[in-house]
């Protein structure tokens, strides 16, 4: 055994040697999985539950706190994510690594925040500076909602957002330039 190998342990030097090597790809930022900034439509189908009608199903689902529980086992089905079950800081974590982290934020006819869960309702205070560290270290998976069974789906980091909605919150009256509706129009 070398003195190497006694001060270290084998995984130890392992790593060491790959990190001191010439590995230009070591040190580059690892990307997510997903696309960023490319909205991605999606048909929701088999929505029900027992003999409630279709339409009452879709009432229910477009309250935004409904439809998150579904959603996010949804997009953990349909993209290279890994859900977080339970209310924590974030939805998701990236397939390659849990330093990325996403949080899902619903988009319905009254808009969408993307405020923390415990900022958002009656007699809650929202804190500008926490709100802000917290967007920096996410990336938002905005989903629409409005037109259900159409979904809209986009992923987005926090810290563009906070640039173009510093409040927090998106208006409906956004909702189309969010999702590049007229782009998605115009190459349909």
């Known amino acids: 055994m070398t003195s190497l190998e006694s001060n270290f342990g084998l995984e130890d030097i ?54 998150s529980h579904f959603i996010e086992k949804w997009l953990a089905n349909n993209y290279p994510l890994i859900h977080i079950t339970g209310c924590k800081k974030y939805d998701f974590i990236d397939n390659k690594t849990e330093d990325i982290k996403y949080d899902e934020k619903t988009f319905t006819k009254n808009g969408c925040y993307f405020l923390p869960s415990n900022m958002i309702g009656a007699g809650r205070k929202v804190n500008i500076e926490e709100f802000e560290k917290k967007a920096k270290e996410l990336i938002y998976i905005l989903v629409s909602n409005v037109n259900l069974p159409e979904i809209k789906v986009k992923f987005i980091k926090g810290s563009e957002l906070l640039k173009l909605y510093p409040s927090g919150r998106i208006h409906i009256d956004e909702h189309d330039k969010v999702f590049d509706v007229s782009a998605t129009i115009e190459k349909n």
């Open 14 to 67: 392992i790593q060491k040697l790959s990190l001191d090597g010439d590995n230009s790809s070591s040190n580059k930022p690892i990307e997510p999985s997903v696309t960023l900034n490319k909205t991605f439509d999606h048909k929701l189908k088999n929505l029900s539950f027992d003999i409630l009608s279709q339409e009452v199903v879709f009432e229910i689902l477009k309250d935004g706190r409904c439809f």
